[in-house]
Every structure is written in C-alpha cells, then in structure tokens.
C-alpha cells in the first residue's frame, strides 16, 4: 500500500503514521511547512530515505489544486488519510475553522478525482462533534443515546454569525464531513469513502520532545494538562466540571483510520470510535494514582464520584466498531496513565 496522510505531524496522525510504517505502507506525510518536516524527521528518523516515508509540503490546503503536486506518486498512491482540520478552541472568525476545514477536504477529494484516479479508499477524520451538538443543552428525559447516524444540528447560518469556537469547530467539522458525503454521492469516483468520529481523544504524546513547552500541546491533551496539572493549582482546588464524558485512546483512533481504509465492510460508513465515558473526576484520579509527585497540586475533588454524571446527560453507543472493524479499545486507566509522566516532563518546559 502507498499512502497520503495530512496533517501527519498533528497528535493523531503522528500515532496513524507510526502505525502505518510499523505495518510496512510507504506513507508519504503532507504537513503545511519545512519546519514541520524537520520535526517529523527527527522523529522517525529510522524511516527517512527509505521507501517507507517521504514527505510533502502543502502551505495552504484550501487553494485551488493544494494537493495536485502531493498526489503525484510512483508507485500511486491506493489510500488517502485526510485528517488535516483546526482543532484549536478559542474565539475566532468562523471562517477560521470553516474554510480550512471544508474546502481542505473538498480540496483533496478534487486532487484525487484529478490526478490520483489509483486512489481506492479515501479516510476523513470527522468528530464527534459532527455527530452531537456539545454546545446545546446535554440532558433530556430520556437521555440522548448518540450514535453514527446521528447528525449534529448546528447550521451554517448559526456558525458563520458567531466567534464562538463551541459552535464553529463542530460546524468546521459536520460541514467539512458532509461536503465529503456529498462529493461522493455527486461524482463519479474511483474511490471509497469513510469517516472516522471520535470523541474525547487523549492518551500519549507520540514524541513528547517535540513539545516546547505545555502551550504547544494540542488541544484536547492541553485540556487536562490546564484543568488538572497546572502548576499553580493546589490539591484543594475542585476539579473542573466535565464538558464531555466520552474518550477513546489516541492509539485505538489511529488504528481505527486503518482499519477503516483497510476492511472492505468499512466503506461507506462512518465510524463512531467511542471507547466509553471517562470525567474529569476519574483523570485526577488516574492522574493522582500515577502521579504521587505532583500530589500537592492534582486536585482531589470527590475520588469516590468518579462515574458520577448528571442525570439525563446525553451517552453513545457504537458497537460495531468493535463487531465489524474489530477493534479493541483501551481502558481510560491505560490511556490517562500512559499520558500522565508526558505531562510533568512537559510541564516542566513551561
Ligand atoms: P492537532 O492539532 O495535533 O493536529 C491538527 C493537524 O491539522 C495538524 O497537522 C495541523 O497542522 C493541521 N491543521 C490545523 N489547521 C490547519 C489549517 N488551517 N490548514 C492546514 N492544516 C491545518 O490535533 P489532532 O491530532 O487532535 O486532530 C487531528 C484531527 O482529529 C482533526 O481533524 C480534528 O478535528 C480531529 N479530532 C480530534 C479530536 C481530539 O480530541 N483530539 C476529537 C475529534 C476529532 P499544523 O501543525 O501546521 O497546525
């Protein structure tokens, strides 16, 4: 197999791209600058001029024919792997998260249909937020049960008339996912398409040197690390409430792409990879257990109500990831665990 993979220096894709050379592809990884390059480089250092890796830099992923000259490849390339999108939460134009988003995917659906016609199957990282609107209100009787028909309801409307990030990344990323729907459905080609939906995605940093410091981390890992290890939190401080309840392990999700562009039954379907329900309360936990070092500073909030949410809150169920792709998901324990020494080394760069 020869693969594209955007975005390849981003927290999942560096996992999907470890995995992927670890199985023998030849992956080539397209990132927006040489400087990014430079990082992946030393990173997988190993696999540099061998067959296994080469690189592609494509500085504006929303301009016309972005990824023509990235798609040109010999051997061609038969899998494309689109996780290239925004995913930082703070207050923005709309088009910030949109444009890049939308037109990003859209921009690689044109490439392939134009010169990469080998291409069998094509895997866009969509969201959970593309599934569920998190921004509205999150109880009801009976509680929500999510699953991968469901459609977030957010309109574009709604997105391009607020700076709100609760609001423009889930519309960056239903819309973004939508177009690829649509592009399939409206033109005829030579590929596959799937999605892969996750929720809360967290676990260990692939190469935590590339972090400078705790600012740099991306940002669902920079959620916990600024809600539960800052340095200048204390023990009895509360645990932040938890905005979302659902996680998967970032190994698990990288794996997931794969088998998504890789088992013939994943075609044509979106993949809701949700390993269960993990707060606020149960990381500080982990975290303590793991941590005792960074005791004074870890808050302890209530141990003993650590599966403890609201009632009504909203639940998913996605039993066919495991049934049809087969795959077996972490525990949250595995997953904060793994992550926990990443985030005192890093926080020590702060
Ligand atoms: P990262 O921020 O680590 O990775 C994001 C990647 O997208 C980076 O390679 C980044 O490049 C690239 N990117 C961001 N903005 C742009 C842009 N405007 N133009 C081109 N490239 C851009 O985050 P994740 O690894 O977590 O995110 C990867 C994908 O997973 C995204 O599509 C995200 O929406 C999705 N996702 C993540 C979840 C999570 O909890 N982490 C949950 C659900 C979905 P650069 O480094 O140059 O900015």
């Known amino acids: 197999h020869r ?84 995913f930082i939460l703070r207050p923005a134009k709309s088009s910030d998260y949109l444009d890049p988003a939308i037109k990003g995917t859209t921009e690689v659906l044109q490439g392939i249909t134009r010169v990469a016609p080998s291409v069998k199957r094509v895997v866009v990282t969509s969201s959970f937020a593309a599934i569920y609107n998190m921004g509205g209100n999150p109880i009801s009787d009976p509680p929500k049960i999510c699953t991968s028909e469901d459609w977030n309801e957010v309109t574009l409307e709604e997105a391009l008339a607020t700076e709100n990030p609760i609001l423009t990344y889930p519309a960056s990323k239903k819309f973004a996912e939508k177009a690829a729907w649509d592009f399939v459905k409206e033109n005829n080609v030579n590929f596959e398409l799937s999605t892969v939906n996750p929720p809360g995605v967290y676990g260990p940093i692939f190469d935590p040197s590339q972090i400078a410091k705790p600012e740099d981390l991306n940002q669902s890992t920079g959620l916990i690390y600024n809600a539960l290890l800052r340095p200048d939190l204390k023990s009895s401080d509360p645990v932040p409430p938890t905005f979302l309840y659902l996680y998967v392990d970032v190994r698990d999700v990288a794996r997931a792409h794969i088998l998504a562009a890789t088992v013939p039954e994943a075609a044509g379907k979106r993949w809701f990879t949700v390993a269960g329900e993990l707060s606020n309360q149960q990381m500080a936990n982990y975290l303590r257990e793991a941590l005792p070092e960074r005791s004074d500073v870890i808050p302890i909030g209530e141990p003993d109500k650590a599966s403890w949410k609201p009632e009504g809150w909203y639940g998913a169920s996605a039993p066919e990831v495991e049934k049809v792709l087969g795959l077996k998901y972490r525990s949250a324990e595995e997953t904060i665990k793994d992550l926990a020494p990443q985030l005192v080394e890093i926080g020590k760069r702060a």
Do not use: C, M, W
């Open 3 to 86: 693969v594209l993979l955007t975005g390849a220096n981003g927290f999942i894709a560096q996992h999907i791209l470890s995995q992927l050379i670890d199985e023998g592809y030849s992956v080539r990884a397209v990132v927006r600058s040489q400087s990014k390059v430079d990082l992946l480089k030393k990173s997988f250092d190993k696999y540099v001029d061998t067959p296994l890796l080469d690189f592609a830099v494509v500085p504006d992923i929303t301009a016309a024919g972005a990824f023509d000259a990235a798609l040109e490849s010999d051997p061609p390339f038969d899998i494309v792997l689109h996780t290239a999108s925004p």
